[in-house]
């Protein structure tokens, strides 16, 4: 269930969205367009060698149907490549639903706009990490 991702008439022609995954930031500027996609100044193909990261960062465009017609522009630093992946896919989700409102309940149901809170639990002092022990020794 999708719907058709069209404008809202006599809106403004910037967009923006921010998404977080993990230790992930990625800044997304939507604008009216012709479907070109830019990721820190590089193109997806060249910054998601991983075809599954690739296209987990696009799915919001390909679920709204709204791939050709807007142009993204964006920023993503911190954490490694697939948790950039997933910090873009909740920004462009983000822009997309204030792009056109009536995007959001569609968005929504489809878990695009949940942001996903599994973040690296902290080292405890008295341990080596955040779970692990130190090594015991009876004798």
Do not use: H
């Not at 269930?1 to 910037?14: D, H």
């Not at 969205?17 to 367009?33: C, D, M, N, Q």
Request: net charge positive; aromatic share 10%; glycine share 14%.
């Amino acid at each position: 269930m999708s719907s058709s991702g069209q404008p809202v008439e006599g809106a403004k022609q910037k967009f923006y969205g921010t998404g977080r995954r993990k230790e992930s930031v990625a800044r997304v500027f939507l604008t009216f367009g012709t479907g070109q996609i830019t990721i820190n100044g590089r193109t997806p193909e060249a910054y998601f060698c991983n075809v599954n990261w690739r296209n987990r960062a696009v799915e919001p465009l390909k679920f709204t149907e709204t791939a050709g017609s807007v142009d993204l522009m964006v920023t993503v630093n911190g954490g490694g490549v697939g948790g950039q992946s997933g910090a873009m896919r909740m920004g462009i989700s983000r822009a997309l639903a204030i792009f056109n409102p009536e995007l959001r309940a569609g968005l929504r149901k489809n878990g695009f706009l949940t942001r996903d809170s599994r973040m690296k639990e902290r080292k405890k002092y008295g341990q080596k990490g955040a779970r692990k022990r130190f090594q015991f020794s009876k004798r």
